[in-house]
């Protein structure tokens, strides 16, 4: 699919493409990810059972949330628009045994070809890339089954996400590579909410998603100032 067509833009596409090579090492530009996953995948399964469920992975990247839901038993399907990192996350099922069904594709166009097709819908760390969020949380409603969970999590337009996730995840400590964010598009739990009732979606929990580099360790809990996570339901 062309990029510029997608809801998408082309400049992210690039930026995480560039890192696709290194998305698996655990101490490359990617380890932040790497430091999140359990804490992602823990809020997920305390809330949906995996084993056996349909699950779609929205913006997977190189499949590390993807693989840990796939390694709960899931059938997992996952889009991302990066050639690179579709190619990558293909890769590394050689290396881990897991099947995933990866694919070069946007979620509008997907929800266009399978309805109600999922119980578990993930979207991680995407929100904030796109131009359109609401247009990808109303493709996840339309792949939902009637009672699917969508799962997201995004980061709050706060000055202390500014502070925490700009300026000192990407300039002082470098964890992130520069540019990785941009402060206009991180998103606040009351806008998120709306587009989430917007597409038809009840909103169940908003929980922080708490971060220390220094222990390399994340947790759910804790305010949602910087970094949160959210679960929702197709009535």
Known sequence: MNA??????QAELDKFGALASRWWDPRGPQRPLHELNPARLGYVRE??????????DVGCGGGLLSEAMAAEGADVTALDLS???VDVAKLHLLES???VDYRLQSVESLAAEMPGSFDVIT????LEHVPDPASVLAACTRLLKPGGQLFLSTLNRTPAAFALAIVGAEYLARLLPRGTHDYKQFIRPSELGAWLRGAGLQLQD???LAYDPVRRKAWVGGPTAVNYLAHAVKS
């Open 83 to 85: 050639p690179e990192l």
């Open 206 to 208: 908003v929980s922080g």
């Open 123 to 126: 979207c991680m760390e995407m």
């Open 4 to 9: 510029t067509h997608a809801n998408a833009s």
């Open 47 to 56: 809330r949906a059972r995996l084993a056996g469920a349909r699950a779609l």
């Open 97 to 99: 045994g897991l099947k």
